[in-house]
């Protein structure tokens, strides 16, 4: 069976969405468990302060506890502001700028770089499975991520590389590539 597919292929990643995708991400992660905290210690602040003030109306203490949960998810969520201009703004834009993903002959390169530079190389027979995956956010920037499963175990064991171009495509033509050059 001859192979009809070039030794040296690049695939295309969608950087652009990507970046996006990954910035808006990432701010969530940050800001949805400070934002937890932060109402917490609103809250905490309000019925310790209510404590001591016994003879206040219920009312009042309600408006209180909103007003303090109000001002405690935002100074968490400035916060969680700040921390993503310090770090994931920039890391985002170098992971979408440097992401690549090649197939050089019986191999697949993939090469990232946020704060760590990544190049792993994979012989086809050692990737087990090849699936697509969309989150919610993904769905909103209108990415995918191909996602495959290697012989690797533990943290190794899967590898996901968000933003890939017409995902199912290329999800299809690795797979084939590597029925051909598993055993090569």
């Known amino acids: 069976m001859s192979d009809q597919y070039p030794s040296t292929l690049s695939i295309e990643i969608d950087r652009d969405r990507l970046r996006t995708y990954l910035r808006v991400k990432w701010y969530l992660c940050c ?5 937890l905290f932060g109402g917490m210690f609103g809250l905490a602040a ?5 404590v001591h003030r016994v003879a206040t109306s219920g009312g009042a203490t309600v408006l209180l506890a909103v007003k303090a949960l109000g001002i405690g998810i935002g100074l968490a969520l400035l916060i969680a502001l700040f921390c993503y201009f310090i770090v994931s ?7 979408a ?27 086809f027979r050692s990737i087990v499975d090849y699936a697509t995956t969309q989150d919610l956010l993904m769905r ?10 290697t012989t ?33």
């Open 31 to 35: 800001a949805v468990p400070l934002s």
């Open 46 to 50: 309000v019925f310790d302060k209510s």
């Open 89 to 95: 703004h920039r890391i985002a834009s170098r992971f």
């Open 97 to 123: 700028a440097t992401l690549e993903v090649t197939v050089e002959g019986t191999f697949l390169r993939i090469r990232q770089h946020t704060i760590v530079m990544s190049d792993r190389k994979l012989h």
């Open 140 to 149: 909103y920037f209108g990415i995918h991520a191909l996602q495959m499963a």
């Open 152 to 184: 690797a175990g533990g943290q190794n064991a899967t590898l996901i590389i968000p933003g890939v171009k017409d995902c199912l495509k290329v999800r299809d033509l690795l797979a084939e590539i590597d029925r051909q050059r598993e055993n090569q």
